[in-house]
T-cell receptor, first 111, second 113 residues
Framework: QKEVEQNSGPLSVPEGAIASLNCTYS??????FFWYRQYSGKSPELIMF????GDKEDGRFTAQLNKASQYVSLLIRDSQPSDSATYLC???????????FGTGTRLKVLA | DVKVTQSSRYLVKRTGEKVFLECVQD?????MFWYRQDPGLGLRLIYF???????EKGDIPEGYSVSREKKERFSLILESASTNQTSMYLC????????????FGSGTRLTVV
């Protein structure tokens, strides 16, 4: 069974701090990795994807991928109360376009 | 922007009714998916389709069927609604190639009474 694991949280950080969200996956052949943000009562929204080892930055967001250790992380710099949401990690296993989703980490940014 | 439109935001149906959930996407995506999302269980794949008239079962297909007669439309059918099918239903679509991710519709919150 291919798995994607996330700490459910809540992860609480003060406004302006860096929030660090982590995700591990079991399929070593996984190709692509995605971070979705989901506000309460809303649908998931894609915020980042990464497929090469290393860091990828987009504004206040940085995705980090380490295929050898099978983890992907999302850093949110200068966290804002509007970043409070559940963050879902999704992984595309090798040879398929069916993503495996983690159950999400709930982030709370305290004003 | 890619738009994935789900026909209803909220639905209330009675036990035993046949329920149709509709999803339409406007970006010529090959792949379409139906998920349900429940607290603590995350997103669970019900069915997906990689082409017109093609479908494959996901992880929890029991009690559901799907139809994809046109590329842009993917329908989820609850043959005989039961209370344990009360959930948030999410439709998503994606290209067949490339790491572009899924685009989700706004979701349908279905309550079966």
């Amino acid at each position: 069974q291919k798995e994607v694991e996330q700490n459910s949280g809540p992860l609480s950080v003060p406004e302006g701090a860096i929030a660090s969200l982590n995700c591990t996956y079991s399929d070593r052949g996984s190709q692509s990795f995605f971070w979705y943000r989901q506000y309460s009562g809303k649908s998931p929204e894609l915020i980042m994807f990464i497929y090469s080892n290393g860091d990828k930055e987009d504004g206040r967001f940085t995705a980090q991928l380490n295929k050898a250790s099978q983890y992907v992380s999302l850093l949110i710099r200068d966290s804002q109360p509007s970043d409070s949401a559940t963050y879902l990690c999704a992984v595309s296993p090798s040879g398929t376009y069916k993503y495996i989703f983690g159950t999400g980490t709930r982030l709370k940014v305290l004003a | 922007d890619v738009k994935v439109t789900q026909s209803s935001r909220y639905l209330v149906k009675r036990t035993g009714e046949k329920v149709f959930l509709e999803c339409v996407q406007d970006m010529d995506h090959e792949n379409m998916f139906w998920y349900r999302q429940d607290p603590g269980l995350g997103l669970r794949l019900i069915y997906f389709s990689y082409d017109v008239k093609m479908k494959e079962k996901g992880d929890i297909p029991e009690g559901y069927s799907v139809s994809r007669e046109k590329k842009e439309r993917f329908s989820l059918i609850l043959e005989s609604a039961s209370t344990n099918q009360t959930s948030m239903y999410l439709c998503a679509s994606s290209f067949d190639q490339g790491p572009y991710g899924y685009t989700f519709g706004s979701g349908t919150r279905l309550t079966v009474v």
